[in-house]
């Protein structure tokens, strides 16, 4: 059970337009958010959250200086801000804008125009990645639990492995790769394998077949967490054996319960 809530949650909004700034504070009241911030720029938000961390950054993409991606790309290189959780609203559709986002573990990307239910979902999900509930695994604790994450963007990894261990899951093992993931499968065992899709020198449906066909750890559950959009392909993978296909960005709580239910 989370003991923190919407209301203590301190949020920073970095938004240019006064009149989105308008729209997105006077939400979050509403939604019982009380301690609210707002600056224009990149450059000020920083400054902002070197003072005073927030729980939760709302940002648009296009920023003066700087875009939304840039600004989660600083975050995710700054020990002391790195852990933040990101949140963009933005119309933008570009692969190149919204690809290195998905990979550095953002809560949300909302369009524009969106909801109030869509940012109170949001909001949630905030509350599942600072909070999640522990997993009930039946016979075993979550301490037993060996799982090998394999993605090649490190921030990726990052986000994820946060989330295993506020879960519980304290052995987790990391592969950049499919072929560094094979080595390990080759030596350790492994109760749960969660992989990327698109990665170098083997991705992550090479790794499945590798797994299911060769080595012998060939019954392992596997997830496949990926932005990924070739849904047919996916769709094939999973018939696979993939117990779940995730997209970037994900829903804690929907990992919590996927989780549980494979490794009970």
């Known amino acids: 059970m989370q003991s923190i809530q919407i209301s203590q949650l301190f949020v920073l909004i970095v ?33 902002q959250m070197r003072a005073t961390p927030p729980d939760l950054v709302i940002s648009a993409m296009h920023l003066p200086g700087m875009t939304g991606t840039d600004l989660v790309q600083l975050m995710r290189n700054d020990p002391e801000l790195a852990d933040i959780p990101f949140m963009l609203v933005s119309s933008e559709t570009s692969y190149r804008y919204l690809e290195p986002l998905r990979q550095a573990g953002v809560i949300a990307i909302l369009p524009k125009p ?62 950049e790769n499919g072929m560094q993931a094979r080595e390990l499968i080759d030596r350790e065992y492994f109760d749960l394998i969660i992989t990327d899709y698109y990665m170098p020198e083997m991705d992550g449906g090479e790794l ?13 559950p596997i997830l496949m967490v990926t932005s990924a959009s070739d849904r047919s392909r996916l769709a094939a993978i999973e018939q696979n054996g993939v117990a779940a296909v995730f997209d970037k960005p ?14 009970s």
């Open 15 to 47: 938004e240019p337009s006064t009149t989105q700034q308008r729209i997105v504070s006077g939400w979050l009241e509403d939604m019982g958010v009380r301690q609210i911030n707002v600056v224009a720029g990149g450059e000020d938000a920083l400054q």
């Open 114 to 175: 969106f909801t109030p239910e869509q940012l109170q979902k949001s909001l949630y999900a905030t509350l599942d990645f600072l909070e999640p509930n522990q997993l009930h695994l039946g016979d075993h604790t979550p301490d037993e639990i060996r799982v090998l994450l394999v993605d090649d963007m490190h921030t990726s990894r990052r986000f994820m492995r946060q989330i295993l261990e506020k879960m519980g899951i304290v052995h987790v093992q990391e592969a």
């Open 208 to 220: 499945i077949d590798y797994i299911r066909n060769e080595s012998s750890q060939g019954g392992v």
């Open 250 to 263: 994900f829903d804690v709580d929907t990992l919590r319960r996927i989780v549980e239910q494979t490794l």
